[in-house]
T-cell receptor, first 109, second 115 residues
């Protein structure tokens, strides 16, 4: 079945430093989604990528979809304490969504 | 617009008891998903429905788990009998999905503890 690997598992940064999480699939993806889950909260949708090589930005967040549509990344510029949480990539199969293990981000002020 | 509503938010029960978790999806959404989250296994997809019909229940751990969606505005996940290893946060999510696209909206989850 479809497998997704997300790295790193955990990262802690100083406030103001950048952060990147990577998602790699064993198969070519039709699309990929990213979610954020705050501690004690529920996953919240951030974005969906569909096109090969696509790059989308949301303020300090930059999302990329690889040219081969097998990998994706989320980059946060100048992290803030509000960025704390776990970031998940999710692979869109037909009518279902499989989540990666997530990257837990800790930001030290 | 109300989001996905789950109940109960917290449940503590003893091994062997029946547990029923409830979910009201967002009105107009055609897909409903049940996920289980633990530290060890992350977010696992248990079952999903499309237009009230179960499409894939291959993620359901075993026969002790069952899920129903009798109408477009209500779904249940039942565990009978419950075991300590079922302790987790159970999320319901709904979406207006067409094929393999469309975001999911998650409820706040039901935290289950089985003693």
């Amino acid at each position: 079945g479809q497998q997704v690997m997300q790295i790193p598992q955990y990262q802690h940064v100083q406030e103001g430093e950048d952060f990147t999480t990577y998602c790699n699939s064993s198969t070519t993806l039709s699309n990929i989604q990213w979610y954020k889950q705050r501690p004690g909260g529920h996953p919240v949708f951030l974005i969906q990528l569909v096109k090969s090589g696509e790059v989308k930005k949301q303020k300090r967040l930059t999302f990329q979809f690889g040219e081969a549509k097998k990998n994706s990344s989320l980059h946060i510029t100048a992290t803030q304490t509000t960025d704390v949480g776990t970031y998940f990539c999710a692979l869109g199969g037909y009518n279902k969504l499989i989540f990666g293990a997530g990257t837990r981000l800790a930001v030290h002020p | 617009d109300a989001g996905v509503i789950q109940s109960p938010r917290h449940e503590v029960t003893e091994m062997g008891q029946e547990v029923t978790l409830r979910c009201k999806p967002i009105s107009g959404h055609n897909s409903l998903f049940w996920y289980r989250q633990t530290m060890m296994r992350g977010l696992e997809l248990l079952i999903y429905f499309n237009n009230n019909v179960p499409i894939d229940d291959s993620g359901m751990p075993e026969d002790r788990f069952s899920a129903k969606m009798p109408n477009a505005s209500f779904s249940t996940l039942k565990i009978q009998p419950s075991e300590p290893r079922d302790s987790a946060v159970y999320f319901c999510a709904s979406g207006r999905r067409l094929g393999n696209t469309g975001e999911l909206f998650f409820g706040e989850g039901s935290r289950l503890t089985v003693l």
